[in-house]
């Protein structure tokens, strides 16, 4: 059987999603798309300008690819919803990653606003995926309220820092119904292989391409390694033996 | 009472001369090592002794800058719409005792601007004055705003300093930015470079981005102009407001302008010379100090110094720039506010970042 995620009545065969905020050329974006077969691309609305005359993120996204925007800029869920909005009637799919910050130091999330703002776009008809501060409960809650994926971060945005946020989105990965997406801080593709062993269901990058001195050679290699995360996730990675087996068995005495 | 960012200042402010004598070379090995910076980080990396490390710093600047804010440089462009003033600041053409050509544009004057900065592309425009509460009075840049909705995604303001409920006026008619200088934070030299007006009040300024932050301004970009007073504790002194301003309005976008002080028609030559190494350095001293602190860099600088500054912490730059009132239309240029040294417009400037391996960010907001 085909290994498909499936988001919002969408198949999706990669599990690798790109970020395009910070890369120095538009056009480069599409390299990286191309080079690692990504299907999901999130663009911020804040940056597209519909008017402009110029050559538009939009263009650079192939036609095979899922467009999911982002509410980037929003400091609550009017704000979030707003934007939302806005990129519908734009014209950009009803795909929306909810994007709440109240936070311009860490850029850490605000899981209350999100959750606010899933409420609303949901019952819209937005296939609604927030970008959240892991955690259970409040995972939970975004999928009663509508969310059709959640996406923890794996450490602050842009940190480079690594999947630290492990524990939490594992507990997450096997509780949640939804599909469970890391995003943010993964810095290496070492990393990314990790999110997909533990069981997430995809991961997101961009600061991690758009940092490296060849951005489409290391998008080649998260989309790689998201592929193996993901097989050995399928595979059945054996529990870790902690000790040596005892040489004198505990239920010896049975026989 | 000492209340707000004053409280933090005073504190400083008398300390602010010895601290900097007691730095040693190891205080600044350490505060490029930090994670997270002190203050006396903060001053180490400003002092003297930081000045041979100034590579070390600009590596870990870079990075921290890439990282944050990626390969993109958002720009904006000035819009002067009067340069009325009341003030007598030494240092600026539009000083109140100054011989210049006074002129406040009509609305449809402000539209013939708006209409052709906008086919420039920009998205983003800072609405300017000079300190005259009558002649550009907040109605009237209302009525402004109102017009430049129309063309713009992002309106934001440099003008005098106003009270919490004006702010909000102005914020409900879609101003998102507020860039206000306090220009010096000697309140000493403050006090003899602004000889009279309202802008004289030190304290009334100081405090106007926090006003403008609780009536939740999205963007606030702070500033000193440099030349005024001795630029370490100046930029000392800045780096501490726009921490101060971080901490208490989190979810605004603080940001802050070193402009060196440019000759005017009035001849104005600045006290204290500033140089490039320095400015490098404060620049460097304050994105270690605050990563996420937006820095802009205008068209005061040429444009060798600005293409050279781009990697090491930049993340906002003007084009196209005119500090005379209607200078984008009118074909007579009236009186500058100073000179601008970069005076290439805005696809050249576009051209220059792409070339540099930046995007230029036209858009960066949804208003």
Not at chain 1, 50 to 75: K, Q, Y
Request: net charge negative; hydrophobic share 40%; proline share 4%.
């Amino acid at each position: 059987m085909e290994d498909v995620l499936k988001i919002g009545g969408k198949e999706i065969k990669s599990r690798f999603f790109v970020g395009t905020g910070k890369f120095p050329d538009k056009a480069v974006v599409r390299d990286v798309l191309e080079a690692s077969a990504a299907e999901v691309v999130t663009v911020a609305v804040r940056r597209v300008d519909p008017d402009s005359s110029d050559e538009n993120i939009l263009d650079h996204i192939p036609e095979r690819c899922v467009l999911m925007t982002n509410t980037s800029g929003a400091r609550d869920a009017a704000e979030a919803v707003r934007i939302a909005r806005l990129a519908k009637a734009a014209g950009c799919g009803d795909w929306i990653k909810i994007e709440v910050i109240n936070d311009n130091k860490y850029l850490l999330p605000d899981n209350k606003e999100t959750i606010k703002a899933i409420e609303i776009l949901a019952e819209e008809g937005f296939t609604v995926l927030p970008y959240m501060n892991p955690d259970l409960v409040d995972a939970r809650r975004m999928v009663d309220a509508g969310a059709a994926a959640v996406m923890p971060l794996g450490s602050p945005i842009g940190s480079n820092r690594g999947f630290r946020t492990e524990e939490i989105v594992r507990i997450m990965v096997d509780e949640i119904k939804v599909p469970v997406i890391v995003d943010a801080g993964i810095g290496a593709p070492s990393e990314a292989a990790r999110c997909m062993e533990i069981g997430a269901d995809a991961v997101l990058v961009n600061t991690a391409l758009s940092a490296a001195a060849d951005p489409v050679k290391m998008a080649e290699a998260f989309s790689k390694a998201v592929e193996a995360g993901r097989s050995a996730y399928l595979a059945g990675i054996p529990e870790r033996i902690e000790e040596a087996s005892a040489s004198s068995p505990l239920t010896g005495f049975l026989r | 009472m000492d209340t707000g960012f004053y409280k933090a200042y005073k504190k400083y402010d008398n300390a602010s001369r010895a601290i900097f004598e007691n730095i040693r070379p190891r205080d600044v090995a350490r505060a490029i090592s930090s994670r997270r910076l002190s203050t006396k980080d903060l001053v180490a990396l400003l002092s003297t002794d930081a000045e041979p490390h100034l590579e070390e710093m600009a590596r870990k600047a870079r990075d921290i800058t890439l990282r944050n804010f990626g390969k993109a440089v958002q720009l904006y462009t000035p819009l002067y719409v009067s340069n009325y003033c009341s003030n007598e600041c030494v240092y600026c053409g539009f000083n109140s005792s100054g011989d210049v050509e006074r002129k406040t544009l009509s609305l449809d004057e402000v539209r013939e601007e708006a209409e052709f900065i906008a086919s420039t592309g920009l998205k983003h425009v800072l609405l300017l004055t000079g300190g005259c509460r009558v002649e550009a009075s907040v109605s009237y840049l209302k009525d402004c705003v109102k017009v430049l909705k129309e063309y713009f995604s992002s309106v934001s303001i440099e003008i005098y300093a106003l009270e919490e409920d004006e702010y909000t006026a102005l914020i409900d008619e879609g101003v998102d930015g507020l860039t206000i200088y306090q220009e010096t934070y000697d309140e000493e030299v403050y006090g003899k470079v602004h000889l009279s007006g309202r802008k004289r009040d030190f304290r009334f300024r100081l405090d106007a981005p926090e006003r403008a932050g609780i009536r939740g301004m999205r963007t606030i970009n702070l500033g000193v102009l440099l030349g005024l007073a001795h630029w370490r504790r100046d930029v000392f002194m800045l780096a501490l407001h726009a921490e101060y301003m971080q901490d208490k309005f989190p979810s605004a976008e603080i940001s802050v302008s070193v402009p060196r002080i440019k000759p005017n028609a009035e001849g104005f030559a600045p006290k204290y010379a500033v140089t490039d190494a320095n400015v490098v350095q404060m620049v460097l001293a304050l994105r270690l100090f605050l990563p996420r602190l937006g820095v802009t860099l205008s068209t005061r600088e040429d444009a060798d110094f600005r293409e050279n500054m781009l990697p090491l912490g930049i993340t906002r730059m003007s084009a196209g720039s005119t500090t005379a009132v209607g200078g984008h239309t009118a074909a007579d240029s009236n009186a500058a506010q100073f000179e601008i040294s970069d005076k290439r417009d805005v696809r050249e400037i576009m051209d220059m970042l792409s070339s540099k391996g930046y995007q230029p960010v036209l858009k960066d907001w949804v208003g």
